[in-house]
């Protein structure tokens, strides 16, 4: 595939583009997002860029969805208090910019940045 044809997420796991990388397994990798809207906020993305959103991914490959939900949660209890937003941007409409899918986890301790009403911020 053609460099201006890969995803920037691509690059990341490529070792290509330097990222706060935090797991990295066969499947997946998670790193902090670069503009963090939360005092915890990771990316968990699957390696393959196959799948451009969530919807795609969950009718493509529903185990790759359910590994991606778990490591969600357990980064969430290594990292903060276990609490977390789980975000898809699913389409240019609803805030996509990274057309390979990817999970945002937000988490913020218990703290209220999270609770009602925080959800336009994202
Ligand atoms: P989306 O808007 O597609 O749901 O989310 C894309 C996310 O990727 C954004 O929150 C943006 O800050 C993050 N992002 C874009 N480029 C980079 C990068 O080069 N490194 C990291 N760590 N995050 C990035």
Redo the contacts with the bound molecule.
Sequence with gaps: MADTERS?FSR?IAGE?P?DVVFDSDRLIA?????PKARLHL?VVPKTEEYRDVAELAAGDPGLLAELVATAKHLAEEHSDGDFRLIF?TGAGA????FHV?A?VLSDNGGESLREGSLAEL
């Design positions: 920037i990341i583009i990222a790193f902090r997002d670069i503009a990316l941007n805030g996509q910019t990274v990817h945002h």
